[in-house]
């Protein structure tokens, strides 16, 4: 294949704008933000996960305090009617007020010992509800975070697509004016070559495969036509010889 020594030289910078939409690529994939949302939103589930569950708690416990207090006012209530059957004189023998007297001080117990229950249980529902605020602080706290590093991924990300929209118009424009062929040629071996097709010979060296051409390898490209396209014997991508090619 033939083409002119300055289409091979453009060639190169095809190749450049190239290597720049990988480059840009590489970028938007890797941006910072992108780790740092997958981790933000690993933790956000967790403290979400964290918040219902002491939600759940202030729930359960909000009932079994009402279920405790209810249980509480019917001992104060029963013991009250005791009370006043008590001072009513309404219990005549003995042995009826020796009962009411016995049972009036068991609920004084039960009553006791209900209160603390219902003490345990508003101290557990306390510090359930001081878990879910934190937690409900948190919670706002890492969403705003997520809520600013989603607005940085986008500016970042429309920067990236403006330049590579940018690259890309200006690299379709050069190849139009390189012949197709050698166009062509090029892009196959940039899809074979990882994203190289064409590399400068600079000082007796592939700049693509970045090894040194052997005597043999230099004679021959010295004794090239100088339209000629030429490939490195090593990488087999386009040769493009330039004054500092050492030859």
């Known amino acids: 294949m033939n083409a002119e020594p300055a289409d091979q030289i453009r ?19 890797n941006l910072p933000e992108h780790a740092e949302l997958d981790a933000l939103g690993a933790d956000l589930a967790q403290l979400r996960d964290l918040l219902v569950a002491a ?19 019917q001992v104060r209530q029963r013991a009250a009617r005791d009370q006043q059957r008590l001072d009513s004189g309404a219990a005549t023998s003995p042995r009826d007020l020796e009962n009411l007297q ?17 003490l345990e249980v508003m101290e557990r529902r306390e510090n359930a509800q001081g ?19 989603e607005a940085r991924k986008a500016e970042a990300l429309q920067a990236i697509d403006a330049e590579g929209f940018s690259v890309a ?7 139009a004016d390189l012949p197709a062929d050698l166009v062509k040629l090029y892009d196959k071996l940039r ?9 400068r010979l600079f000082q007796k060296r592939c700049e693509g495969c970045r090894l040194e051409l052997n005597i043999t390898e230099l004679n021959e490209v010295r004794a090239a036509p100088a339209n000629e396209v030429v490939r490195c014997e090593n990488c087999r991508r386009i040769l493009v010889r330039t004054a500092d090619s050492g030859l």
């Open 102 to 118: 016995r049972e009036i001080a068991s609920l004084a117990k039960r009553q006791s010992d209900l209160e603390d229950v219902v």
């Open 55 to 73: 939600q759940t708690e202030d729930s359960d416990t909000a009932r079994e305090q009402t279920k405790a207090e209810q249980d509480v006012d």
């Open 11 to 29: 060639l190169l910078e095809v190749q450049a704008l190239d290597a720049r939409i990988a480059q840009l690529d590489h970028r938007r994939k």
């Open 131 to 149: 878990r879910a605020a934190e937690l409900t602080g948190r919670v706002e706290t890492a969403q705003a975070r997520t809520a600013e590093t």
């Open 191 to 199: 899809g074979q070559q990882g994203g190289v097709g064409a590399a």
């Open 169 to 175: 118009k200006e690299r379709e424009v050069l190849a």
